[in-house]
């Protein structure tokens, strides 16, 4: 009995069965999926790389392995993930190309938790 009660109050914690409109609610913000969140960031590591082509591997490797990384839970705050798009599309071109591209990369990666992607329903 006390398993089941246990069970009971951890599904009551956890707002993932909500979904991003249920979760909104009780945030009071607007809320997007992770997946909707990985496609804004990889999104603006695209458009990066039209700004600063010399950063081409580093944001295709970000894309692919950085940002799922970094995002973990199932929904967002959308004006965090908002933050972190302005937050990329601002990185400076020519982040030293003499570099490999794992380090560039990781300045992606030091950007994404600069901005602090802030998970809802927590």
Do not use: H
Not at 2 to 20: E, K, N, P, V
Not at 90 to 116: E, F, I, W
């Amino acid at each position: 009995m006390q398993r089941l009660l246990f069970i009971f109050i951890l599904s009551l914690t956890s707002c993932a069965w909500m979904g991003s409109d249920g979760i909104g609610l009780f945030e009071g913000e607007e809320v997007v999926s992770r997946g909707q969140a990985m496609a804004d960031l990889r999104a603006a590591m695209i458009l990066s790389i039209g700004k600063c082509p010399e950063n081409n591997n580093a944001a295709m490797f970000g894309q692919d392995y950085i940002v799922p990384g970094e995002l973990s839970s199932p929904y967002y705050l959308k004006k965090s993930i908002d933050d972190c798009v302005i937050a990329i599309l601002s990185m400076s071109c020519g982040l030293n190309p003499d570099q490999s591209t794992l380090y560039v990369a990781n300045l992606y990666r030091t950007v994404l938790r600069l901005c602090n992607p802030r998970p809802a329903g927590n």
